[in-house]
């Protein structure tokens, strides 16, 4: 089966501007997750959703950050405007539904803010 | 809430010997436990799981992890290491109480020395 597929796979930008991430998780899969992974550090997780609903956006800067998955499917990621401390990857995770399944994740996008 | 503790930062190992990466967790409840690795410039790739059942558990690439609830422990080990198993490492645990949602450690990076 087809992985998760992100893009773009790499980026560069000065603060204060913004970019977009995109994700396509593997087909089938309800449950979405946006994590963000500085250097040195676990992922970290920004927003969950099922099917097209937020179910946890605790964690996510929501002054700057936002996400949406409006068919359900896939789903975009945006920074406006962009911080140094923003220089991450960006990872794209899904999971079938189920309690004990493990999640797929994509290559990231690694993003340097300059 | 839960979360999972890696002590260590790098672990170095000669090619050929058994490899271990030390992980302990902090839970509510009963233990839902991951390990994933991550290659560089890849996305995280799962490893293996504790749900329930045999405290010894096999994953792929020949890693086994062992559940030992006394120390609140989930070490992942390797018989015999490759080079090729040069990789970070992160473990996780489930966060049954937070939309399931995972709680990865820090990460561990191991080096095989050829």
């Given at each position: 089966e087809a992985?998760?597929?992100?893009?773009?796979?790499?980026?560069i930008i000065e603060k204060r501007q913004s970019v977009a991430f995109w994700c396509n998780p593997i087909?089938?899969?309800a449950t979405l997750y946006w994590y963000q992974q500085i250097l040195g550090q676990g992922p970290k997780l920004l927003i969950q959703f099922q099917n097209n609903g937020v179910v946890d956006d605790s964690q996510l800067p929501k002054d700057r950050f936002s996400a949406e998955r409006l068919k359900g499917v896939d789903s975009t990621l945006k920074i406006q405007p962009a911080k140094l401390e923003d220089s991450a990857v960006y990872l794209c995770a899904s999971i079938l539904s189920g309690l004990h399944n493990e999640q797929?994740?994509?290559?990231g996008t690694r993003l340097t803010v300059l | 809430a839960q979360s999972v503790a890696q002590p260590e930062d790098q672990v170095n190992v000669a090619e050929g010997n058994p490899l271990t990466v030390k992980c302990t967790y902090s839970v509510s409840g009963n233990p839902y436990l991951f390990w994933y690795v991550q290659y560089p410039n890849r996305g995280l790739q799962f490893l293996l799981k504790y749900i329930t059942g045999d405290n010894l558990v096999k994953?792929?690439?020949?890693?086994?992890?062992?559940?030992n609830k006394s120390q609140t422990s989930f070490h992942l080990k390797k018989p015999s290491a490759l080079v090729s198993d040069s990789a970070l490492y992160f473990c996780a645990v489930r966060d049954i109480y937070g939309?399931?949602?995972?709680?990865?450690?820090?990460?561990?990076?191991?080096?095989?020395?050829?």
């Amino acid at each position: 089966e087809a992985g998760v597929a992100q893009s773009p796979r790499y980026k560069i930008i000065e603060k204060r501007q913004s970019v977009a991430f995109w994700c396509n998780p593997i087909s089938g899969h309800a449950t979405l997750y946006w994590y963000q992974q500085i250097l040195g550090q676990g992922p970290k997780l920004l927003i969950q959703f099922q099917n097209n609903g937020v179910v946890d956006d605790s964690q996510l800067p929501k002054d700057r950050f936002s996400a949406e998955r409006l068919k359900g499917v896939d789903s975009t990621l945006k920074i406006q405007p962009a911080k140094l401390e923003d220089s991450a990857v960006y990872l794209c995770a899904s999971i079938l539904s189920g309690l004990h399944n493990e999640q797929f994740f994509g290559p990231g996008t690694r993003l340097t803010v300059l | 809430a839960q979360s999972v503790a890696q002590p260590e930062d790098q672990v170095n190992v000669a090619e050929g010997n058994p490899l271990t990466v030390k992980c302990t967790y902090s839970v509510s409840g009963n233990p839902y436990l991951f390990w994933y690795v991550q290659y560089p410039n890849r996305g995280l790739q799962f490893l293996l799981k504790y749900i329930t059942g045999d405290n010894l558990v096999k994953g792929s690439y020949g890693f086994e992890a062992e559940f030992n609830k006394s120390q609140t422990s989930f070490h992942l080990k390797k018989p015999s290491a490759l080079v090729s198993d040069s990789a970070l490492y992160f473990c996780a645990v489930r966060d049954i109480y937070g939309n399931n949602r995972l709680a990865f450690g820090k990460g561990n990076q191991v080096v095989v020395i050829p």
